[in-house]
């Protein structure tokens, strides 16, 4: 399965550091250990269902627990019925330098 994940918290972050919040999202990811790719206008993650779903709330969650006072989060899924594929690697490694 690939999720992608775009938060918007509310502020996006602090006067000394301007994406505090959107960076505390991406940390969470990080901590996961599936392979992600952080892009200009969201995080697209390669897992299983049972892997993704409960990443993409606590990404969601991780803006309002470091600080911001709201968040809205635009999220897109994509699944096929025996869970093998395309990956990451798949759909955009032959635009790649």
Do not use: C, N
């Not at 790719?37 to 993704?52: F, N, Y």
């Not at 990404?59 to 990451?88: F, M, N, R, W, Y």
């Amino acid at each position: 399965m690939l999720a992608q994940i775009q938060v918007s918290p509310r502020p996006s972050g602090t006067d000394d550091d301007r994406y505090a919040y959107v960076d505390a999202a991406i940390a969470v990811i990080q901590r996961s250990g599936l392979t992600y790719e952080v892009g200009a206008m969201g995080t697209t993650i390669e897992g299983t269902p049972d892997q993704l779903w409960p990443l993409l709330r606590a990404v969601h969650e991780a803006t309002t627990a470091a600080g911001a006072v709201g968040v809205s989060s635009l999220i897109k899924v994509a699944q096929t019925s025996a869970d093998d594929g395309p990956g990451i690697q798949d759909l955009v490694g032959k635009f790649r330098a």
